[in-house]
């Protein structure tokens, strides 16, 4: 939690003086080849021990990719990986696709 203060310009009849507030404030990213960053909710995030997963929509289903948590923000992270524009990252159902992957591991 951060205490700020601001100046709201154009309407603002809702709001009063001291009012507390949850906004959503969006974090600048780098979108180079090397250290893009993609912002999802928390809930896209699994987890196998201390490694970070997404899990990444393929011609075949999903595939668990690993990546870092380079920020972290409510129900927000920020996540630096293989992860491409335009790919599609599950933001629901991760428990199950991490169930469906971890247990094929611990098969072998």
């Known amino acids: 939690m951060v205490t700020l203060r601001a100046l709201v310009q154009g309407k603002a009849s809702r709001l009063r003086p001291g009012e507390v507030l949850s906004v959503d ?18 809930s896209a995030v699994a987890h196998d021990g201390q490694q970070a997963y997404v899990f990444v929509r393929t011609a075949d289903g999903f595939e668990a990719r690993a990546v870092h948590v380079a920020a972290r923000a409510g ?14 990252v599950a933001v629901s159902g991760v428990v199950a696709l991490k169930g469906a992957w971890i247990n094929p591991k611990e098969a072998q």
């Open 25 to 42: 404030l969006p974090t600048a990213t780098s979108n180079t080849p090397t250290t893009a960053a993609w912002e999802l909710p928390l």
């Open 75 to 88: 129900q927000r992270v920020q996540i630096q990986g293989p992860v491409k524009a335009g790919e599609q």
